[in-house]
């Protein structure tokens, strides 16, 4: 026979036998109820023993619910975190049209520009992050980075250089076009050129007052180069249009220039499509 009280004798009625069961499901019981909340007080200690261990359960239970419940709400943060930050930027732009007054069909437009832009960039600051690491790095990690734009754009494929990667994450800006509008327009100042990431455009050259189709072209390809490379000119000479909506990137002129210098196997290529469009363009004057 037991000498000494111990929970069991409280709990349970002891003329009668227990079960290694009934004792094990008791046991359980108390340590959830103890761990999970601060107990029932049904199952209570009966010896000092008993409270040290109890005290100790209830704290040791507290901890870890503080412990998980921290953990959940910073997986939670970090899942929403984009979103909120995406949410933020484009409350400003909101924000700011209406500061302006800018017309309802103007705004919407814009709204839903932005929206879609900011839903395919990066919420970090990729530029600054790069600055902070030595060359190395940064030329490993921007190869990491554009690896995949290198390969789909046409002009850059296949383009071996270590240091290509790294130009094209400073100098390379993305932007979007929705279906219907106009990207470039004839006898605008050539100032950029643009790569195209989805989507179809079509350029299309004006001869006396007729809109001649010069091309639709599709992901991969890109288009505003010619007066960037032609000596002196200025201008566009046809006007681009999205066929539905494009993901694209822009690339300022003096930037494709710098390119071009610095990697010649670009500059080869750069002329190529300069000779290609250029027989283009001469072939519909001289059917004109």
Not at 65 to 71: D, K, P, Q, R
Not at 220 to 234: N, Q, R
């Amino acid at each position: 026979a037991r000498t000494d009280t111990t929970w069991l004798d409280n709990y349970h009625d002891t003329s009668t036998d227990l079960t290694h069961i009934a004792v094990y499901l008791t046991s359980l019981y108390w340590s959830v109820s103890s761990l999970t909340s601060v107990g029932f007080g049904d199952v209570v200690a009966a010896s000092e023993v008993e409270l040290f261990y109890s005290i100790f359960a209830c704290l040791a239970g507290s901890v870890v619910s503080g412990i998980l419940i921290a953990h959940l709400s910073s997986v939670v943060f970090d899942l929403n975190e984009s979103a909120f930050q995406r949410s933020e930027r484009i409350n400003a732009v909101k924000s700011y049209l209406r500061y302006r007054s800018v017309p309802r069909d103007l705004r919407g437009r814009i709204i839903t520009y932005f929206e879609h832009l900011i839903s395919q960039r990066s919420i970090f600051d990729e530029r600054a992050i790069l600055a902070g690491l030595n060359q190395d790095l940064q030329r490993d990690l921007s190869q990491f980075l554009m690896h995949d734009t290198i390969e789909s754009l046409e002009i850059f494929r296949g383009v071996n250089e270590p240091d290509l990667a790294m130009s094209l994450v400073n100098l390379l800006k993305p932007a979007s076009a929705q279906a219907g509008e106009i990207i470039i327009r004839a006898g605008s100042a050539a100032t950029e050129m643009f790569f195209l990431i989805s989507g179809y455009v079509e350029e299309v050259f004006k001869d006396d007052g007729r809109d001649v189709s010069l091309a639709v072209i599709g992901p991969g390809s890109h288009f505003g180069e010619l007066c960037i490379t032609l000596d002196g000119a200025s201008k566009h000479l046809v006007t681009v249009s999205a066929l539905q909506d494009c993901d694209l990137y822009l690339l300022e002129s003096d930037h494709m220039l710098e390119l071009a210098n610095l990697f010649p196997k670009v500059r080869e290529r750069l002329r190529t499509f300069e000779a290609n469009q250029e027989r283009m363009l001469q072939k519909l004057l001289d059917n004109a």
